[in-house]
Every structure is written in C-alpha cells, then in structure tokens.
C-alpha cells in the first residue's frame, strides 16, 4: 500500500484526491492547504483524510511514501526539494518549475536518490493523445508537415504566470510526446490587455526536418477552443478536446506530387480525397491514468512517462518563448538560449 498526501486543495487539488481515492493500492494519508475552507471542504468530501494547513507536517511524516503538489507555480520548486530529501517520490502540477535550472536540480536531487519525479502533463495520458502517438510512431501519418493547436478561453487569469506558461504547456508537453524529434528555434509574439502578464501569444517552433509547429494560446476568446490539426504526407488528425465523442478524426486526404513528362504542361500536385475515420477511445478520465502509473512506477522502479526531464524541455521551450516574446519575435535556438 502506497500511502499519498496531497499538497494544494485549491483548481487541480481537488481532482487528485478524487482520482487517488479511486486508485486501488494507495491510502490518501493528508491533505494540505492554507485555508481553513478548503481544509473544511476536504474533511466533509473525505472524512477520514488528515487535513492540515502544514505542508511540513506531511512531508516529514516517515508513514508517507508520495507527495504530489498542486500549488502555485513558485512554490513547486521548494517543496518539491523538500519532499525530495525528505525521500518522497513526486509528482508536481504543470509546469514542473518555475526555471530551467530549478528543473534541472530536482531532477539531479531525485535521481541521487533514486526517487521518482513526474510531472502533470495531463493530456499526454488521454486515449486520443496516445492514438496520435501510435500513428507516429508506426508511420502511419507518413512524413510529418506541421502541427498547428489552437488553445483558448475566456480566462482563467492567473497571477503569477502569463498565457504561455499557463495553456501552452499543454501542448508543448503533447507535442513532446507524439512528435519523433524535438525543436530547434522557437518565435513567439503576444500581448497584454489586462495586467502584466501576456494574456494572448503566438508560438513558432522550427524543427531540422520539414516539420513546422505553430501554438495559439488565449485568455481573451469568447469560447473554448482546443484543437489541433496534425498534416502528413499520408494522413491527416484533427483532435478536438471539445468534442464530446469524436475528439480524433483521421483524414485519408492529402495531395500527391506527379512526376510524368506527359503532364509536364499540367498542374504536378494532384488531391487525395479519402475516408474519415474516428477511432474508438477509451474514455478512463486520463488523471486516472496517470496516476496508476505514477504509482506503478513507484512500485517497480520505472521511468515515468512524463518524468523530471520532459519537464524540463518543456520549461526550455517555455523560456525561449518569453525570451523571444521580449526581444518582439526573433527566433531562440534551444540548444543555447540565444536568439538568432
């Protein structure tokens, strides 16, 4: 038996502990939050889980095996330290942290000792998500062209991160997982009409290959789009997050070069016009998902999926963005951080 506590009962907390309770093998040993009405809301939801407004409390107790953290931005990186040395296995809200270089050392303090580390990149655990993987990976997109995702709603405004690092982590940690090689440059432009923080941004990433991927994010939009269009030689994705049942199509569409000396006097691009397929998905809430494989790779020693060092790409991709969003656009080269 694994025996879990929670950090953070505030937008994500909740939505833990619901799925941890559901988790066969693991005990919600606490739950902490500063505010005695979230506090209140545990105890009356979950009436035999400790509450506490001391996350100390939780993670110095030596009977806790996990903490899993869902906080503000700037907090994850010193509890997540602290629960580190204090030999807890993590997992941490999305973004992992609030800098490369805090990513990079709780990834050194759990690997020294031999813990795990994992990050919320919730929706690379979706049954859509992992279709789009396995078509990737078994070729069946063909040669990859873009991937174009769009992310918006009407809030919600946060305060101490902007639009990038609150929706576009989402699918950079997607393309991440699905895509067979990684950026090159990122550009990004974007604004702010309410507050400090850039409330609406444009992501360009450059990639060796062919493939291009372009990221729109917004709080400002008057309705909740999250789709994402996937181009191959071969096939086509369109996923909707919205959808309610379809959230994948496949498009057998596409155009064909021909290359014959007969049609030389002609257009050399001919369109293919084929089937739209939805394939069945499997409708497990994907917080559920990852959690058992948290816990499964606490138990067998695995790598997790979404361990210390997809976050910290993310992150990188992430402060590119804002590097490039002050300097108005110019390309940042991941590899050193400067712009080109």
């Given amino acids: 038996m694994i025996r879990a506590a929670v950090i953070g009962y505030g937008y994500w907390g909740p939505n833990l502990v619901r799925n ?33 407004a001391d996350a100390a409390e939780l993670i110095d107790d030596p009977r806790i095996d996990a903490i899993l953290i869902a906080t503000p931005l700037s907090t994850h990186y010193d509890l997540a330290l602290r629960a580190l040395r204090a030999g807890k296995h993590v997992l941490v809200e999305k973004p992992l942290a609030a800098s490369s270089d805090q990513a990079a050392r709780l990834i050194d303090e759990a690997e020294s000792k031999r813990l ?8 690379t655990y979706t049954s859509a998500v992992e279709k789009i993987r396995e078509l990737v990976v078994n070729d069946g997109l063909g040669t990859l062209y873009y991937y174009d995702s769009v992310r918006v709603n009407l809030g919600l405004f946060q305060s101490d991160v902007n639009v990038v690092w609150d929706l576009a982590v989402h ?46 994010v917004n709080w400002l939009a008057p309705v909740k789009i999250r789709q994402t269009l996937i181009g191959g030689s071969r096939k086509m994705i369109v996923y909707d997050d919205v959808e309610p049942s379809e959230k994948l199509k496949i498009y057998d569409k596409g155009v064909d070069v021909v290359d014959s000396e007969q049609l030389v006097h002609q257009a050399l691009v001919s369109y293919r016009l084929g089937d739209v397929w939805a394939p069945r998905l499997d409708i497990t809430e994907a917080l559920q998902t990852e959690l058992r494989h948290f816990l499964h790779c606490i138990e067998s020693h695995d790598t997790p999926r979404t361990d210390g060092r997809s976050g910290l790409r993310v992150i990188k991709i992430l402060e590119a963005a ?16 400067v712009p080109s």
């Fill in 171 to 216: 699918d950079l940690s997607i393309m991440d997982y699905v895509l067979p090689s990684k950026p090159r440059t990122v550009s990004a432009t974007g604004m702010s009409h309410i507050g400090s923080h850039a409330n609406i941004a444009y992501l360009t990433l450059n990639f060796d290959q062919s493939l291009i991927a372009h990221v729109h």
């Fill in 322 to 337: 804002c590097q490039s969003m002050s300097a108005d656009g110019r390309p940042v080269d991941l590899d050193s951080g």
């Fill in 20 to 52: 941890l309770a559901e988790v066969p093998g693991c005990e919600i040993a606490g739950v902490a939050d500063l505010r005695p009405e979230r506090l209140a809301l545990v105890r009356k939801r979950f009436p035999g889980v400790h509450g506490t």
């Fill in 116 to 123: 795990v580390l994992m990050v919320d990149h919730t929706f």
